[in-house]
């Protein structure tokens, strides 16, 4: 039995978007890494970056993420590097029924051109980041999730509503 929906993926993946739409359309509570980690810092995340590094943020992330081992009834959004540190794999395995949201690189481009709050693509070659990024951790969300859809042309509404059929599907056949 899962307890919560976990949603992962590439930044611009549409998480907190998703997120809010199952949140709304079914009635759960909705949860984000990045806020949960901004309350504990008292600061934007792109701030604590420049000013303590990638290392110090990773840590802060890893112990929000034991937070969610607390949750139930939740939809959960996460930040994209979550997948990196194999206790956040872990811990996310136990959290809930974790779905991969594939982005194909240019949609991703072109949802993040003028974004300037992600502090790894604070890059003049914003294009090869998110391309390595992306050939990086898409091994690392396929093998962490239980399924994986494509956001491709479609809307927030019908991925929550092809996301809550799989996790209730799921729940009740325990398959
Ligand atoms: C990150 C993604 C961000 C945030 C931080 C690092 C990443 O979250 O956690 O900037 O490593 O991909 P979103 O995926 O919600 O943008």
Known sequence: MYH???LIG???SG???IGRQISQQYDIQFSDTDTLIEQEINEPIRTFFDKHGEAAFRKIE???CKTLLTYK???IATGGGIVLAAKNREILAKAGFIVYLYTPLEQILHRLEKDTTRPLLA????T????ELLEFRDPLYRATSHA????TDTTPEALATQIWRLYTIKNSTGI
């Open 4 to 6: 919560n929906i976990v």
């Open 10 to 12: 590439m930044m611009g």
């Open 15 to 17: 998480k907190s978007t």
């Open 62 to 64: 890893t112990g929000c």
């Open 73 to 75: 009834n939740h939809v």
């Open 123 to 126: 890059t003049p070659d914003k």
């Open 128 to 131: 090869t980041r998110i391309r």
């Open 148 to 151: 994986t859809i494509d956001t």
